[in-house]
């Protein structure tokens, strides 16, 4: 009898290896075989804008390493929370990633009382795609053509009881916060009015229902280059941009302290399979290597990104620090 149930215990423990081994096997097989279908990038911000540009430039070079099909999927709104969120939220096989941006990743959380994912926790960090400086334009027919006469205007308004106005693709953005803290280093006020996305921003700032446009300058550098619906009067690089010459920098224009730099960055949910990451960052890097890739991003008066996955996430930490001081020294809110 010992005998028998020795047999089918035996027997018992074989047949539950052989299932374990299929089922590793079989998890392993499509980990492995992934992609086997097309992978999405949800944008978090509307068509036409710098983030928007950043993920199609991605999405043409990672087509070429992953052998899929990628597709963009804009879901803007609410600063770009609704978008991430769904990203979060998602399944974390690979194939539905997020275009997260410095606003998104680093100021929100800092904002928002209630924010609808975490920023470090929800997500795996894949690659910087590119990064870009800020600009300051006006109209064609603006009388303004320096910073000093900007400044001049805004404290004559101010002595009238009136205010300059700026526009800016969205609520707690770095573009937003650009504007607030050259308000903060100049110490004049400007009233921010708030757009949903450039493509909504340029139209009024080119018919002068607004003074000013705070933007990326990927996001606006077509219509700067043209002329034709606004005129650049600064940019927060560093270095002069190739693409714009003529556009000096704040400092080079009189106003230190404005070398700000907006940045959009590749993302998977959480969760996803190490390999599956691996092959993503190994994809985005050689894209990002991709002279058909990087020339579209410089093209945009940006620079590729070169920064992957622990060291993103490394990057994210230090512009949290950077990002939540400035808010809290100037006392920014979303009222």
Same mark, same amino acid.
Request: aromatic share 6%; no cysteine; net charge negative.
């Given at each position: ?279 993503? %960052?190994? /994809? @985005?890097?050689? &894209?990002?290597?991709?002279? *058909? ?6 093209? $945009?008066? #940006?620079?590729?990104?070169? %920064?992957? /996955? @622990?060291?993103? &996430?490394?990057?994210?930490? *230090? ?6 001081? $400035?808010? #809290? ?7």
């Amino acid at each position: 009898m010992k005998n028998v149930k020795h047999r089918l215990t035996k027997g018992i423990i074989n047949v539950l290896v052989g299932l374990s081994l299929i089922v590793v096997g079989s998890f392993t097989y499509a980990e492995s075989s992934w992609p086997e279908s097309t992978v999405t990038i949800v944008v978090p911000y509307p068509a036409g804008g710098a983030a928007d540009h950043s993920a199609r430039a991605i999405a043409r070079g990672l087509e070429k390493e992953l052998g899929q099909t990628v597709v963009i999927d804009n879901r803007p709104g609410a600063a770009g929370n609704i978008g991430m969120a769904h990203v979060a939220r998602s399944s974390p096989d690979g194939y539905t990633l997020g275009l997260g941006a410095i606003g998104t990743q680093t100021i929100n959380e800092f904002l928002y009382d209630e924010m609808p994912y975490d920023p470090e926790k929800d997500f795996e960090p894949i690659a910087m795609v590119m990064t870009t400086p800020n600009v300051l334009a006006v109209a064609p027919h603006s009388p303004w053509d320096s910073l000093d006469e900007i400044i001049e205007a805004a404290q004559i308004a101010e002595s009238k009881g009136q205010v300059l106005t700026y526009a800016s693709p969205g609520v707690g953005s770095s573009v937003h916060l650009t504007g607030e803290h050259f308000q903060a280093l100049t110490g004049i006020e400007l009233l921010h009015v708030p757009f949903r996305g450039t493509a909504n921003s340029l139209p009024a700032v080119s018919t002068g229902e607004v003074d000013l446009l705070f933007d990326n300058l990927s996001g606006s550098l077509n219509q700067i280059q043209s002329g034709e619906l606004i005129r650049g009067i600064a940019q927060t690089g560093a270095e002069r941009n190739s693409e714009v010459p003529d556009l000096p920098t704040f400092t080079e224009a009189g106003v230190e302290g404005m070398d700000m730099t907006s940045w959009f960055a590749l993302y998977a949910p959480k969760g996803t399979p190490s390999s599956v990451v691996e092959q993503l %960052i190994k /994809g @985005a890097r050689q &894209a990002l290597r991709d002279p *058909e890739v990087t020339d579209r991003i410089y093209a $945009l008066g #940006a620079t590729p990104g070169d %920064i992957f /996955g @622990a060291d993103l &996430a490394q990057y994210e930490k *230090e512009q949290r620090a950077i990002w939540s001081e $400035l808010i #809290a020294e100037q006392e920014i809110t979303l009222e």
